[in-house]
């Protein structure tokens, strides 16, 4: 199964621009890019998915490489309330269903 | 929608006791999944269903546990009997297809503790 590797943890300052990476060079073509991430004392909560294009929604951008071995999730303003895990997952649908496996995650601490 | 609700939200049991864990999904969503979280081995998932049939339970520890799902809106994980290792935070969550395989929404999660 292919895997993720993800900083361990990072650091921003408040209102300032995060770029979160991660790396997996083995996903295959069917793989979906997922990030989720983890605030404390609560279940993960989706943040924003890929497969090939870049994306944007309300809360992150996602910044995914030309051989989608590499991706970036963007938070454009960091926040207090974005202090948490950000978990970058590959979704692979394979004959029979799909899994979700789950890298170790990057701790984002932001300052004031 | 309330979401993924779950219950208890704790539970702390002996040994050998027998735990069932309870998970409702939001309405409409035609997976379910099972999770479990220990700050040694992270997030596992551990089983999930499709349209309450399930699907890949290879994420099941052991014998130990099992998994069911009697109809769309509610799901058991049950441990017996049940072991300190097995003390974790357990999350649920559901989704429904779609483009990207679907967002999963999670419960709150029970927290487990086996003495």
């Known amino acids: 199964d292919a895997k993720t590797t993800q900083p361990n943890s990072m650091e921003s300052n408040e209102e300032e621009p995060v770029h979160l990476p991660c790396n997996h060079s083995?996903?295959?073509?069917?793989?979906?890019i997922h990030w989720y991430r983890q605030l404390p004392s609560q279940g993960p909560e989706y943040v924003i998915h890929g497969l090939t294009s870049n994306v944007n929604n309300r809360m992150a951008s996602l910044a995914i490489a030309e051989d989608r071995k590499s991706s970036t999730l963007i938070l454009h303003r960091a926040t207090l309330r974005d202090a948490a895990v950000y978990y970058c997952?590959?979704?692979?649908?394979?004959?029979?269903?799909?899994?979700?496996?789950f890298g170790a995650g990057t701790r984002l601490f932001v300052k004031a | 929608d309330a979401g993924v609700i779950q219950s208890p939200r704790h539970e702390v049991t002996e040994m050998g006791q027998e735990v069932t864990l309870r998970c409702k999904p939001i309405?409409?969503?035609?997976?379910l999944f099972w999770y479990r979280q220990t700050m040694m081995r992270g997030l596992e998932l551990l089983i999930y269903f499709n349209n309450n049939v399930p699907i890949d339970d290879s994420g099941m520890p052991e014998d130990r546990f099992s998994a069911k799902m009697p109809n769309a809106s509610f799901s058991t994980l049950k441990i017996q009997p049940s072991e300190p290792r097995d003390s974790a935070v357990y999350f649920c969550?559901?989704?429904?297809?779609?483009?990207?395989?679907?967002?999963?929404?999670f419960g709150p999660g029970t927290r487990l503790t086996v003495l």
């Open positions: 309405s409409g969503h035609d997976y």
């Open positions: 083995t996903i295959s073509g069917t793989d979906y």
């Open positions: 997952i590959l979704r692979a649908h394979n004959t029979g269903g799909f899994k979700t496996i």
């Open positions: 969550a559901s989704s429904l297809r779609g483009s990207g395989l679907g967002t999963q929404y």
